[in-house]
C-alpha cells in the first residue's frame, strides 16, 4: 500500500508561476518513473510530463513544452512539477503518477496515483 500526495495547487493569473509538488509515503520510488496528468471538467486526462528515476530523460506533452519543467528529488521520494507562463487553458486538476517506463506517456504505465491538486489559471 502507498500514497501519492500532491500539493501546490491553487489561482494564479495568467503569465504567472505555479510549483506542484507530489511526496510519495509507504514505500520509496526511487526507481520509477514518476509523471503528471491533468483533467479539466469534461475532458479526457492528459499527459503533462515524466521523469526517470535518475532524471536524466524527460518526457513533456506538445501543450506544456517550453513553459513546464519536471524535477526529482530521489532522497525526499518527491517529484515537482515547475510551470511557468501559465495560460487559461492549464486550468485542470492535476495529478501524481509512479509507474514503469516502457510507456512513460500513456496513463496505463502507471501503477499508483495521487488524488489530484487544483490548478485555476485566471485571465
Known amino acids: 500500500q502507498v500514497q501519492l500526495v500532491e500539493s501546490g495547487g491553487g489561482l494564479v493569473q495568467a503569465g504567472g508561476s505555479l510549483r506542484l509538488s507530489c511526496a510519495a509515503s509507504?514505500?520509496?520510488?526511487?526507481?520509477?518513473?514518476m509523471g503528471w496528468f491533468r483533467q479539466a471538467p469534461g475532458k479526457e486526462r492528459e499527459f503533462v510530463a515524466a521523469?526517470?528515476?535518475?532524471?536524466?530523460?524527460?518526457y513533456y506533452g506538445d501543450s506544456v513544452k517550453g513553459r513546464f519543467t519536471i524535477s526529482r528529488d530521489n532522497a525526499k521520494n518527491t517529484v515537482y512539477l515547475q510551470m511557468n507562463s501559465l495560460k487559461p487553458e492549464d486550468t485542470a486538476v492535476y495529478y501524481c503518477?509512479?509507474?514503469?517506463?516502457?510507456?512513460?506517456?500513456?496513463?496505463?504505465?502507471?501503477?499508483?496515483w495521487g488524488q489530484g491538486t487544483q490548478v485555476t489559471v485566471s485571465s
Open positions: 503518477a509512479a509507474g514503469g517506463s516502457a510507456m512513460a506517456t500513456m496513463r496505463r504505465n502507471y501503477d499508483y
Open positions: 509507504g514505500r520509496t520510488f526511487s526507481r520509477y518513473f
Open positions: 521523469i526517470s528515476w535518475s532524471g536524466s530523460t524527460t
